[in-house]
């Protein structure tokens, strides 16, 4: 199975929206709405922020949002803050009882 | 609050074989599937392994079929995971995080594997 592709670097200002795009097959992003999105800062681990393509664990600001069309999932952060600077990375589950990750992005905050 | 605490990681020599193991607790743990992701320094996540609520399903990556083993022990609330013929592509932080929704909802600190001569 290979990974998901990621964009490896995003940024925006202060205040901005970003989106993050993830792109997969249709064995895997395209075929099941079994997409998650993960923050992880450095020297920690990682964060579910959106499951299932769209839902929010509780606890994870709405400015956090995902979408999901044909083979590609994308995360976007509204209203950018200092603290959203850290690694994304993207998952689905890929049949065949298996997950696959994006290689990541590492997303800036100018 | 859920707690995920994984243990063994340490050095080993290529061949060599290693037992992690992950407590969990703050929640009923017989009910959930249990992952373990792994990370190699400086990249990013792959999913390892996956043992649902029975025993009866487990699924592995196939670089690690034949090779790892995953187990639970719901009087522990503990899962392991027997990793034999261990290689350098093997180096890695091991974390352990609890099933939802096909996601890995909460996650352990890791435990680092690292296999040098």
């Known amino acids: 199975q290979s990974a998901l592709t990621q964009p490896p670097s995003a940024s925006g200002s202060p205040g901005q929206s970003v989106t993050i795009s993830c792109t997969g097959t249709?064995?895997?992003?395209?075929?099941?709405?079994?997409v998650s999105w993960y923050q992880q800062h450095p020297g920690k681990a990682p964060k579910l922020m959106i499951y299932e393509v769209t839902e929010r664990p509780s606890g994870v600001p709405d400015r956090f949002s995902g979408f999901k069309s044909g083979n590609t999932a994308s995360l976007t952060v509204s209203g950018l803050q200092a603290e959203d600077e850290a690694d994304y990375f993207c998952?689905?589950?890929?049949?065949?009882?298996?997950?696959?990750f994006g290689g990541g992005t590492k997303l800036t905050v100018l | 609050q859920v707690q995920l605490v994984e243990s063994g990681g340490g050095v080993v020599q290529p061949g060599g074989s290693l037992r992690l193991s992950c407590a969990a607790s703050g929640f009923a743990f017989p009910y959930y599937g249990i992952h373990w992701v792994r990370q190699a320094p400086g990249k990013g996540l792959e999913w390892v392994s996956y043992?649902?609520?029975?025993?009866?399903?487990?699924y592995y990556t196939t670089s690690v079929k034949g090779r790892f083993s995953i187990s639970r022990d719901n009087s522990k609330n503990t899962v392991f995971l027997q990793m034999n013929s261990l290689g350098a592509e093997d180096t890695a932080v091991y974390y352990c995080?609890?099933?939802?929704?096909?996601?890995?909802?909460?996650w352990g600190q890791g435990t680092l594997v690292t296999v040098s001569s």
């Open positions: 043992i649902h609520v029975d025993e009866n399903n487990k």
């Open positions: 998952c689905s589950f890929g049949g065949r009882d298996n997950w696959v």
């Open positions: 249709s064995s895997d992003i395209g075929g099941y709405n079994h």
């Open positions: 995080t609890k099933d939802h929704h096909w996601s890995f909802e909460d």
